[in-house]
């Protein structure tokens, strides 16, 4: 027969049959799970796409603050001065899910820097801590998104092989089978209705002598 070995039999076939609805019911909700899913990938795309974007940009500002910062106070004072320096950003971690999938969101704030307390800084050491302290916040935010993005993926891709078996391999396995004990009854029905005929000839035949 198949894979699936199972006896020829009504209650065989009835059985299978409502399996098949189940099967096919499943189908229908893994394939719509798909696609919200897939629509969540291109949702998360643009919003990476764009805080990508965001992040060079401030990472661009915040290096230039601390080349200026390099020439009027060289590296020396800006390394004593940095280790007196306060931290310039709050950032909490929380778990979200959509779809059955989880994943990390990010928020993040600046912090007002703090005096180090150090005679002869420069206002460009400032600029770059609050600069670097921006960046670091569009940095936390763009993993944030590329985490979430990377988990919908993988789980829109494990989604996709599954509508993919059920709709190639398992359903039409379960149908073929079907198809099978379906034939194998017609032939057993058509078998038993001729030897019912034989014998019915047979007693009209043994009556008319």
């Known amino acids: 027969m198949s894979r699936l070995r199972t006896a020829p039999t009504k209650s065989a076939l009835l059985n299978l049959r409502k ?8 189908h229908a909700l893994l394939e719509r799970k798909r696609e919200l899913l897939t629509r969540l990938v291109y949702q998360h795309i643009k919003d990476y796409q764009a805080r990508k974007s965001t992040a060079h940009q401030s990472l661009r500002i915040a290096y ?9 106070m060289g590296d020396r004072s800006i390394a004593q ?23 990390p969101s990010v928020e993040a704030s600046v912090v007002a820097p703090q005096p180090v307390g150090l005679l002869g800084t420069d206002p460009s050491f400032d600029e770059a801590r ?3 302290a921006e960046a ?12 979430a993005l990377y988990r919908l993926i993988s789980e829109q891709r494990k989604a996709q092989k599954r509508v993919n078996a059920l709709k190639y391999n398992i359903i039409p396995s379960y149908k073929k089978v079907i198809k099978q004990i379906a034939e194998a009854l017609e032939e057993e029905e058509r078998g038993t209705l001729f030897q019912i005929k034989r014998l019915r000839d047979a007693n009209q035949a043994n009556a008319a002598r």
């Open 130 to 132: 609050r600069a670097f």
């Open 81 to 103: 001065a940095t280790l007196g320096a306060s931290a310039s950003t709050r950032m909490k971690v929380l778990p979200r899910r959509s779809l059955g999938v989880q994943y």
């Open 19 to 26: 399996q098949v609805r189940f099967l096919e019911d499943g």
């Open 64 to 72: 230039r603050w601390l080349s200026i910062a390099q020439l009027r």
């Open 136 to 147: 670091a916040v569009h940095l936390a935010e763009l993993a944030a998104v590329e985490m």
